[in-house]
Each structure stands twice: as structure tokens, then as C-alpha cells.
């Protein structure tokens, strides 16, 4: 890695280390972050909270004429929040990289989506890092945040950042923190969850544990794919348990038991037992994508992640599974075949109260009420007009209907994809022939509710 003696690496490291966590402690230490959407944008909040400065990075125009004038584009983030952020004089968002030369810290939250194979697309981590790499600083901590395989650190981010002439590990720092950011979820914000620390070194680590320590309780690991694992390791979990409910589900439809109630009645058991929740699919940035990213690595290592494709398969078998169930249900309970039939999805996003609709299971049963000839509108109160969508071009300017009974009378069949909370649902009952509900939003049995 150096031609120079090991001592003197260490040395110039923990000088670097010393001074970054000095400025810390003094609050001056100046911190860059680089993408500022769902995860970026809090994470800058919570460090300006805290009184240390913050430069926020961002390619999207856009988004930085909506912050400057005082506007959030985040639903749960309001204006009130981002005029606060700037008034207290911390915070500053612009499209000009040369600014990464000024910050003592850059923090990486860019998209890690999938391409067309279900492998992982680095091409905005890569981007990111090379436009990083330009300007890189001699004594400055880079971290990524973004969701990713383990070893993309090690061998993607830092090969790219020497490419500057500056030595990771001696004349700069490298730095690996996953975001656990759950948007929507009034118990946790950025703030109030431990974030997980891994670098290469003690004294790297222990920079990053100082600033990120100074918005969070910091869970220091061993190294970069440790934390890199950690991650991938959550939101595992999460498919392949609710891969395993939507199994239940099906199984137990089958033998005429309400899956909803058997959860209720396990997850009383006060210990060894977990609730997860079924649903039409899964949905959002994270658990349908980056299980794939270790699926993907792990073929490197000639190893095949069976659970991971299992559970992959069981999900995205859902959508089909629900509108199945209600094309049976129409059958039976309205007499009505599926053709020439109107249809009102109820709930666009991909989960309860959020407006972010990427990867919305919501999105995939439009298309096949619609393959099976249905005519289909939807409800969301989060999402009044679809925004574009690149796999489901045909639901873009759609109108969130009005959530009224005489709005609501024409529809044949209402489906409920996502159970926002506050949507009451007297005048859809009282209104629509057949209720098929994915999310058990109507927890009262009636005679015109099917789950599914
Ligand atoms: N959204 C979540 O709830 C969540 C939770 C945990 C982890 N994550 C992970 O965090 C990462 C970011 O996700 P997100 O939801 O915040 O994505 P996002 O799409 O909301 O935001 C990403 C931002 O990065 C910007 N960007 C893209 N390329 C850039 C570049 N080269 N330079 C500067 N900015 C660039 C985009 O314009 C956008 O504003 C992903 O890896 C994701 O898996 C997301």
C-alpha cells in the first residue's frame, strides 16, 4: 500500500485521527453529504442539530432550489424542518462538488438499486466516488452509508479514492456506517437508531465512531464488510421472514384459517417468536433489492443463497397470488368477471404512510388488473397525482380518486395494497361491492371483505 515505514503510517494516521476528533469535540468538524434524499437529508439534520456544520452534495438541481427555498421534497420531513436547518446557520446544499475540498468528513448516501439481472448497480456509488476522488483531502474520513455487498469498500471505494495520489488508512481515512433509516416510522428517526461503525483500522474507527457518536449511539465492528454484512444481514431477515408469512398465508387461506389472527395469538408468546405480516408483495428501496446484492457476491465465493432465492420467489409470487383471490372472490361473492370490471386500488405507496411509491407492490397489481381487462384508479392520500414511474410508465398523472360514497360507488371492487393509517373506511363498506383486503386495514369480518 506505501513505500514508507509502517511507523510513520501509523503515525501520520493517528495524527490524522487525533485532529479529526478534536474538531468533533469542538464542534467545528465540517461535514459533507452526498445525495440527499430519504437517507441523506436527515442524517444531515441530525449533525446539524448537534451543531456541527454540514454541506449537503446533490446532481439533482432540483432538489437544491427546492431546500434553498425553504421547501422539503420529503412527505415526513416538513418546510418548517429544512427553514430550521438553514436559519441556524449549519447548513448549506449545493450541486458544486469543489466543496468536497472543505469538508473534514464526506458521507456517501446514494442509490444502490439492481440492473436488469438482479445484479447490483454501483454506477452511483462509483460515479460518486470518482467525482470524490477529485477532489479528495489529505486528513479527511470518507464513509459510505449506501446499502451494499461486503468488500465493495475495500475493493471498489478505495482502490477509486487513491487514484488521487493519497494513501487510505494514512493520509485519509475510510469508513463504513449502513443507514437503518425507516421512513414513515413515528418511534425511530436518524437520531434515535444505534448506527453500526466498521473501518480497517482502530484509529479510523475510532473517527467515525466520534462523529457519528456525536448524533447516535455508535455499534463499533471489526472491520468494513463486517458492518457492510450487518446490514444486508437485516434486511435478509425481513424477506425471509415475510416470505414466510405470505407462505403461511397462502396455506392457511387454503384451510379456511385467518392468518391475521394467528398472528395476533402467536406473538403473545413473550419470547422466541417474532410478528412479521403478510402482504400483496414486497415493496420499497431495500428488502426486495438488497438480499440480491449478497445472492450476487456470494456467486463469487461459488455459493448459492437458496434461502435468499426462496424467499425472493414466495414474494414477488404475491401480487399474483392476490389478484387470483380476488378475480375467485368476484366470481363468487358479485357474480362478475374480471373484463370491463372497475377496480380501485387503495394505497399506491409501497408501505403505511410514507408517499414514496418506488418498487410499490401497489404498482404491479395496477398492471395486472389492468392485463385481466379491468378498468383501475386508486386512492392514496399521500400521492395525489402519480409522478412518473420507469417500469410503470402507464400510471403516471393518474388522480387519486375522491374518498367519498358517491366517488366511490362506481367501483366493482376496491383492493387494499397499503393500510395508511387514518383512512377511515366506512365509505368504501358502505359503498363497494366486494373489499379485498391484502394489509387486514378492516379488522371487522363483514360479509363484503375477503382477505388476501
Ligand atoms: N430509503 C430508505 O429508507 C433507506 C434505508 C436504509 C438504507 N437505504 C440505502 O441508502 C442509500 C440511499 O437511499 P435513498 O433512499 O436515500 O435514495 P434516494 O434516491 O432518496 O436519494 C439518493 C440521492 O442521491 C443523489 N445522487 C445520485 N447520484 C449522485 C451523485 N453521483 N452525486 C451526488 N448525488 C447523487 C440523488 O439525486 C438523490 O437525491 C441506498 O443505498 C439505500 O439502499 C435507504
Known sequence: MS???????????????????????????????????????????????????VVGFDIDDSKITHLESGKSYIKHISD?????????????????????????AILICVPTPLGKHREPDLSYVIATTENIAKHVQSGQMVALESTTYPGTSEEVLLPILEKSGLRAGVDFAIAYSPE?????????????????????????????????GAIVPTVPVANLRTAEAVKLTENIFRAVNIALVNELKVVYEAMDIDVWDVIEAAKTKPFGYMAFYPGPGLGGHCIPIDPFYLTWKARAYGLNTRFIELAGEINSNMPGHVIDRLAEA???????????????????AYKKNVDDMRE???????????????????????????????????????????WTEAALGKFDVALIATDHDGVDYTPLLASVGLVVDTRNAIRVKADNVVRA
Open 3 to 53: 513505500t514508507s515505514e509502517p511507523n510513520q503510517e501509523n503515525k501520520a494516521l493517528t495524527a490524522l485521527s487525533e485532529a479529526f476528533i478534536a474538531k468533533v469535540e469542538a464542534q467545528e468538524l465540517r461535514v459533507g453529504i452526498v445525495g440527499l434524499g430519504y437517507v441523506g437529508l436527515p442524517l444531515a439534520e441530525a449533525f446539524v442539530r448537534k451543531n456541527l456544520p
Open 80 to 104: 418548517a424542518r429544512i427553514q430550521s436547518m438553514f436559519a441556524s446557520g449549519k447548513f448549506s446544499a449545493t450541486t458544486d462538488f469543489e466543496g468536497l475540498k472543505t469538508v473534514d
Open 180 to 212: 437503518r433509516e425507516d421512513p414513515g416510522n413515528p418511534e425511530f428517526e436518524t437520531s434515535t437508531i444505534p448506527k453500526v461503525v466498521g473501518a480497517s483500522s482502530d484509529a479510523e474507527r475510532a473517527m467515525a465512531c466520534a462523529l457519528y
Open 330 to 348: 368476484m366470481n363468487e361473492n358479485l357474480g362478475l368477471a374480471m373484463k370491463g370490471a372497475k377496480a380501485l386500488v387503495v394505497g399506491l
Open 360 to 402: 410499490s407492490p401497489a404498482l404491479e397489481l395496477i398492471d395486472k388488473l389492468r392485463e385481466r381487462g379491468m378498468e383501475v384508479e386508486y386512492y392514496d392520500p399521500y400521492i395525489p397525482v402519480a409522478p412518473s414511474i420507469r417500469e410503470h410508465p402507464e400510471v403516471e398523472g393518474m388522480r387519486s380518486v375522491e
